[in-house]
């Protein structure tokens, strides 16, 4: 079973409860945490807590690959070899940006 961090009791399970959520008797297969039920909905508090803040990490880190992307692509060179240059790097960042895309589903 893994352990739920400080943050995590603070910041997922303690609402929760203040909420009226109810501690069910059941443990999450993936992370062993207690289920939790709420307007019918069985759910795992901190799976879905997890997600979220790695979706929210992955947000960032796009916002900055897209930053950089648009920042080259308007301030590109109009000698040809570091056009060239530039677009090489364009579209590394481009494939980076797809793959972090991708890893968010
Ligand atoms: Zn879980």
Redesign the pocket.
């Known amino acids: 079973m ?1 352990a739920l961090t400080n943050e995590e009791i603070r910041k997922v399970i303690t609402p929760l409860l203040l909420s009226g959520a109810k501690m069910l008797d059941k ?7 207690p ?1 939790f039920e709420k307007d019918g909905r069985v759910f ?5 807590y ?1 997600e979220q803040k790695k979706r929210q990490e992955m947000k960032g880190i796009e916002d900055i690959l897209m930053k950089k992307i648009r920042y080259l692509v308007n301030n590109l060179p109009e000698d040809l070899e570091e056009l060239e240059r530039y677009l090489d790097i364009i579209e590394k960042l481009i494939r980076i940006l797809e793959h972090y895309k991708k890893l968010e589903g």
């Open positions: 893994m443990h999450c297969p993936k992370c062993g945490a289920m795992c508090p901190l799976c879905e997890r």
